[in-house]
């Protein structure tokens, strides 16, 4: 069975543009969530969706935002990169039994 | 709403020594408390939980926690630490009961191990 797969595993940009990251969950997993892991900082929750409806935010700017899809996958766009954005952020998906598979992460640096 | 402190953010002990990360969780509900491990380079990965039940958890990797209310801690440890073992660590909480299935993760304590 895949598991949670992410995409891209790394990506570059500069200040001011737009990223989006993606998120493949496990086969028949509801939940998917977000986290921030920048250095020094741990993890940071971020985004919180299940079954197509957001439902809970961390302490981010409304620049950070995602949708999850009909097939439950998912997406997080970051607005207006700022240096500080720079970090790994990771996704993981849930089947509702409050236990997170974690996918491999994406790279993100803003150069 | 739950939070989760991990005591110690780098852990050293010497191969064959025991492990012990320390876990304290806050939760105004019944919790369920998870340890996750995290290799250089690499997502989180899912050493064991705690749900209800049995409070001594056994995970992979020889691995295993306690779960004590009375403490509200969830410590882990490990007999003999081995060189593979490297790796950051995080402990963490998530309230079912009170409707918030959202995981809450401590800082992490990156354990070193050496020869």
């Known amino acids: 069975e895949a598991g949670v797969t992410q995409s891209p595993t790394h990506l570059i940009k500069t200040r001011g543009q737009q990223a989006t990251l993606r998120c493949s969950p496990i086969?028949?997993?509801?939940?998917v969530y977000w986290y921030q892991q920048a250095l020094g900082l741990g993890l940071q929750f971020l985004l919180w969706?299940?079954?197509?409806?957001?439902?809970n935010r961390g302490n981010f700017p409304p620049r950070f935002s995602g949708r999850q899809f009909p097939n439950y996958s998912s997406e997080l766009n970051v607005n207006a990169l700022e240096l500080e954005d720079s970090a790994l952020y990771l996704c993981?998906?849930?089947?509702?039994?409050?236990?997170?598979?974690f996918g491999q992460g994406t790279r993100l640096t803003v150069v | 709403a739950q939070s989760v402190t991990q005591l110690g953010s780098h852990v050293s002990v010497s191969e064959g020594a025991l492990v012990l990360l320390r876990c304290n969780y806050s939760?105004?509900?019944?919790?369920?408390l998870f340890w996750y491990v995290q290799y250089p380079n690499q997502g989180l990965q899912l050493l064991l939980k705690?749900?209800?039940?049995?409070?001594l958890v056994k995970g992979i990797n020889g691995f295993e926690a306690e779960f004590k209310k009375s403490e509200t801690s969830f410590h882990l440890t490990k007999p003999s630490a081995h060189m593979s073992d490297a790796a950051e660590y995080f402990c963490?909480?998530?309230?079912?009961?009170?409707?918030?299935?959202?995981?809450?993760f401590g800082k992490g304590t990156k354990l070193t191990v050496n020869p």
């Open positions: 969706y299940d079954e197509g409806e957001e439902r």
């Open positions: 993981a998906s849930s089947p509702r039994a409050r236990e997170a598979f």
């Open positions: 705690y749900t209800t039940g049995a409070t």
């Open positions: 963490a909480v998530s309230a079912p009961q009170g409707g918030s299935e959202k995981l809450v």
């Open positions: 939760s105004s509900v019944p919790p369920y």
């Open positions: 086969s028949g997993h509801t939940s």
